[in-house]
T-cell receptor
């Protein structure tokens, strides 16, 4: 299995809703990432988990809450989002860090989120 | 301040010809570079990489060239095929520092039949 699977593919939610995005990989990767991508912009890093521990939070608002229940799963819990949070949310994974490791990311297909 | 720049938002090339996508970076600590391809409604797909100890890496129709002194890299696709039509992202990181990748804004390539 060489894929990163994200669900759902599309999500429409109101500003008062609570929803979760899910990401799963079975490649034995120990680093997992959440990226946000707006139209015609590059992916922007939100969170990094390394060995199931949050190692980077790029000043993301608290209405986004990541969770890493185990080494294969990564969730992003959403609450009280704003319309400007509408974007493509990408999950990625890579091998554990180390100077000789391959740091290429494997990306999922993303969740297209629309906040109304 | 963008550390990774792709100054051409779009590029059109005839099928069979060479496609050249360019990427410039400002951080001299970057020493590992990737190119990703992205189709609509899909996540980015890893294409090819190059580390700063090399100036060229080739994989089939794809070749990446790195000019460290100019802080410039380019992706050559020869021959270009209609299926290559996608958005191409350049990404860079300072591997030694364990930093995460910084992505360029992307270039949309259209290969015309």
């Amino acid at each position: 299995d060489t894929e990163v699977t994200q669900t759902p593919k599309h999500l429409v939610m109101g500003m008062t809703n609570k929803k979760s995005l899910k990401c799963e990989q079975h490649m034995g990767h120990r680093a997992m990432y959440w990226y946000k991508q707006k139209a015609k912009k590059p992916p922007e890093l939100m969170f990094v988990y390394s060995y199931e521990k949050l190692s980077i939070n790029e000043s993301v608002p608290s209405r986004f809450s990541p969770e890493c229940p185990n080494s294969s799963l990564l969730n992003l819990h959403l609450h009280a989002l704003q319309p400007e949070d509408s974007a493509l949310y990408l999950c990625a994974s890579s091998q554990a860090t180390g100077p000789r490791a391959n740091y290429g990311y494997t990306f999922g297909s993303g969740t297209r989120l629309t906040v109304v | 301040d963008q550390q990774v720049k792709q100054n051409s938002p779009s590029l059109s090339v005839q099928e069979g010809r060479i496609s050249i996508l360019n990427c410039d970076y400002t951080n001299s600590m970057f020493d590992y570079f990737l190119w990703y391809k992205k189709y609509p409604a899909e996540g980015p797909t890893f294409l090819i990489s190059i580390s700063s100890i090399k100036d060229k890496n080739e994989d089939g129709r794809f070749t990446v060239f790195l000019n460290k002194s100019a802080k410039h890299l380019s992706l050559h696709i020869v021959p270009s095929q209609p299926g290559d039509s996608a958005v191409y992202f350049c990404a860079a990181r300072a591997l030694f520092r364990g930093q995460n990748f910084v992505f360029g804004p992307g270039t949309r390539l259209s290969v015309l039949p």
